[in-house]
């Protein structure tokens, strides 16, 4: 049996890397986090799709979390997608009222996901879009892309980010299903590789 000296940090062997979770799958997700829209409104769109690995095979236990505008390009401020119960500290989920804009889906043992949100509206010199962020197991930093509904192709064809990734621009643009159904596979990797992106 070989002894080891750890009696400094200089002298510990470092350890293998561990990948993450999917831990996170028992405490993240919430009931109704992929209803972010509020009951009835008439600007409701529903964006779905698939987790995909670098074999293209679907990701069961992926979070997708989805930000977005309202329809006027505003950012919704309003609470209440984590709403707790004062008296048993349960989760009452979204007041069915508010648009928070925000909301935060489990896939399922399919790897499909999705999302009921209202259509966003343009800000800043882009075209409208979603921000989403996704966990999945194996990554150690949670990914960062965009959402672009295919409606307006002027603005696509003016957004800054979607000029600035060339011929992959159509990894970031979901395809029409039908009067506001969407659909938008995220690729982690390999050949159709979703575009990511690092904020500073």
Request: charged share 25%; with cysteine; net charge negative.
């Given at each position: 049996m070989t002894k080891i000296d750890t009696s400094g940090p200089e002298q510990v062997p470092p350890t293998p890397s561990?990948?993450?979770?999917?831990?996170?799958?028992?405490a993240l997700p919430f009931?109704?986090?992929?209803?972010?829209?509020?009951?009835?409104?008439?600007?409701?769109?529903?964006?779905?799709?698939?987790?995909l690995d670098g074999a293209g095979e679907p990701l069961p236990d992926a979070l997708v979390?989805?930000?977005?505008?309202?329809?006027?390009?505003?950012?919704?401020?309003?609470?209440?997608?984590?709403?707790?119960d004062p008296a048993?500290?349960?989760?009452?989920?979204?007041?069915?009222?508010?648009?928070?804009?925000?909301?935060?889906?489990?896939?399922?043992a399919d790897g499909h996901w999705y999302a009921r949100t209202l259509r966003p509206g343009a800000r800043g010199g882009s075209a409208p879009?979603?921000?989403?962020?996704?966990f999945a197991r194996g990554l150690l930093v949670h990914l960062f892309t965009r959402i672009y509904l295919p409606d307006d192709e002027t603005a696509l064809a003016g957004?800054?980010?979607l000029t600035?990734?060339?011929?992959?621009?159509?990894?970031?643009?979901?395809?029409?299903?039908?009067?506001?159904?969407?659909?938008?596979?995220?690729?982690?990797?390999?050949?159709?590789?979703?575009?990511f992106l690092e904020y500073q």
């Open positions: 561990h990948t993450v979770g999917p831990f996170y799958g028992y009931r109704g986090g992929e209803d972010i829209a509020p009951l009835g409104h008439p600007d409701t769109v529903t964006v779905h799709g698939y987790v979390e989805v930000w977005g505008p309202r329809p006027d390009g505003t950012v919704p401020k309003a609470d209440g997608s984590l709403r707790r048993t500290g349960g989760h009452l989920g979204r007041n069915g009222v508010e648009f928070t804009g925000w909301g935060r889906i489990q896939t399922d879009y979603l921000s989403v962020c996704v957004d800054p980010l600035r990734v060339g011929d992959r621009r159509g990894t970031l643009i979901a395809g029409t299903e039908g009067t506001g159904l969407y659909r938008f596979d995220i690729r982690l990797q390999g050949e159709g590789e979703t575009v």
